[in-house]
């Protein structure tokens, strides 16, 4: 824009700088999110399109990193990417992480290592960010930690690996619309096409209109026709003149002259006129005639002209521009089987607390702050409460432990149905659960005792044989009953299991193990 004109509010572009640049905005049901592509894919691409060729095109960002596109989705609603930092080891207790994730910084991502830690989600003993031009983070990890665990404790805690949610909205013809970055780059290769079109048009137009004056500024000369207005008084004798002087060759030019033509002619010095060179302006004309043709053929092959364009493009601009982000796959980081275990699950059983904060009472074992706490009351009821530093898990409980929903454990039961009732066994595992809510594992009736659990890690550990002790009663011989767990399938929580016995059960105790294999080829 030159200020001659009125000033244009867009200008045409070429190349498609809004999936080179990536695009982020907000409105109210049209927010906005266009992440940036490489360079030299997006000129490829462009290229494909024009050739009816498929193509894929996915991100790419100035930070580098490793990105899992496989549910980019084409960039609309809907989809996601995945980006990582690029974590190298480099010694046995250092990591260094030199490439970032698209969206934060070398400060935001140290704050969020640094977070993490204070949570204890993950371990570090020193944090050095030693960014200068280039993204250089140092970690230091305690002695003792295995560095695969602690980076993907890095990748599933803090922003060492981000999601991003692209959301392609556009506004064409002043409408919003949801395009697919495949098909904004469509209509991009379309366009340039266009626009292409339009300058060659231009182009043509103007070399024509050099040939045109090019051709008559030789008939003027050559013809010596400026001699005749040396004579003439008036100016409009001098247009006459000249006029009357072209009138026999008119039907060599490609187009009608008009008497801007003429007054050009008027306005020829008389320096140029004397060097007038007849070879020079003919060799001028034929290359002014190479570069009509080669127009025509362009915008006869436009399509071809367009790829040519964009590969010249390429060339010019692409070295350099390689791509940074490398496209993985990788699984999603569950963060409980990343998650380190360095706190220490207390219980106090009088009070019913539970937690990684009451180190005067009883320890359980090893936890993170992550875990859930499950817990066995004596009256047959259960829960899961998420740890805490003290949380309540409901008093005289059996058994308290670190619950893991995707570790299912298995559990032997045995229960008395009320006062002086039936006396049930079962075996269950704890699957789903809803936190703070009481579960009823027996019958329900009141007065009812747990006298027998224990927890095992699966169903072949469970398979133990437990001695059950009856009180002497009038008529009652056999005052022992031997049970096998093995015998019992094992069941969701809610089953109320099966009948031992009816009488009255003094305690129950664990048969040794030798005895425990006698019991079990006697029956086998």
């Not at 093995?486 to 089953?495: D, F, M, P, Q, T």
Request: proline share 3%; glycine share 6%.
């Amino acid at each position: 824009y030159d200020g001659r004109n009125k000033e244009p509010v867009t200008l045409p572009v070429k190349f498609p700088l809004l999936l080179a640049h990536g695009a982020e905005g907000i409105a109210v049901g049209l927010a906005c999110k266009i992440l940036p592509h490489n360079f030299n894919e997006i000129i490829d691409a462009c290229i494909a399109s024009l050739k009816k060729e498929e193509f894929e095109l996915y991100p790419d960002f100035p930070q580098g990193g490793i990105a899992d596109a496989s549910e980019y989705n084409d960039g609309v609603r809907g989809g996601r990417i995945r980006v990582r930092a690029r974590i190298e080891k480099i010694k046995n207790k250092e990591l260094v992480i030199r490439e970032i994730p698209f969206g934060t910084t070398a400060g935001s991502l140290c704050d969020s290592i640094l977070k993490a830690n204070d949570q204890g989600k993950v371990k570090i003993a020193k944090l050095e960010d030693c960014t200068a031009e280039n993204v250089e983070i140092h970690v230091m990890l305690p002695p003792g930690t295995d560095q695969d665990q602690a980076i993907q404790a890095l990748y599933a805690f803090t922003d060492c690996e981000v999601s991003i949610s692209p959301n392609s909205c556009v506004i064409e013809d002043n409408q919003p619309k949801f395009l697919g970055v495949s098909e904004i780059l469509r209509r991009s290769a379309k366009q340039t096409r266009e626009l292409l079109r339009q300058e060659l048009e231009i182009r043509l137009n103007e070399l024509d209109e050099k040939w045109h004056f090019s051709s008559l500024e030789k008939i003027f000369i050559e013809k010596r026709i400026y001699r005749r207005i040396e004579e003439c008084e008036t100016w409009q004798a001098v247009i006459d003149e000249i006029w009357a002087g072209l009138k026999p060759y008119l039907r060599l030019l490609r187009r009608e002259v008009n008497d801007d033509d003429i007054v050009r002619l008027t306005e020829i010095k008389i320096k140029r006129i004397s060097k007038f060179d007849a070879f020079k302006a003919d060799e001028y004309i034929r290359g002014l005639e190479d570069q009509i043709a080669e127009t025509k053929r362009h915008l006869k092959q436009l399509t071809k002209y367009a790829i040519k364009w964009y590969e010249g493009l390429k060339a010019k601009y692409g070295k350099g521009r390689e791509r940074r982000t490398e496209l993985s796959t990788f699984d999603r980081v569950a963060a409980k089987e990343v998650v380190i275990a360095n706190d220490t699950l207390y219980v106090n059983r009088k009070e019913g607390f539970a937690g990684w904060g009451m180190k005067r009472d009883e320890a359980v074992c090893k936890c993170s702050r992550m875990d859930d706490v499950i817990a066995f009351s004596r009256d047959g009821h259960m829960r899961v409460v998420k740890i805490s530093e003290k949380a309540f898990i409901g008093k005289d409980n059996l058994l308290v432990n670190v619950f893991r929903k995707e570790e299912p454990k298995v559990y032997n039961m045995i229960y008395v149905d009320g006062r002086g009732g039936k006396v049930m066994a079962k075996r269950f595992q704890v699957s789903g659960v809803t936190r703070e809510k009481l579960y009823d594992l027996t019958r329900g009736t009141s007065g009812t005792r747990v006298l027998w659990l224990t927890e095992h890690e699966n169903e072949e550990d469970a398979n133990i044989v437990v001695r059950v002790h009856l009180k002497p009663a009038l008529r009652l011989r056999n005052l022992q009953i031997d049970l096998n767990f093995a015998e019992l399938g094992v069941k969701g929580r809610a089953s109320q299991g099966n009948l031992i016995t009816k009488h009255l059960v003094d305690r129950v105790s664990r048969i040794p193990k030798a005895e425990q294999e006698e019991i079990v080829k006697k029956r086998g």
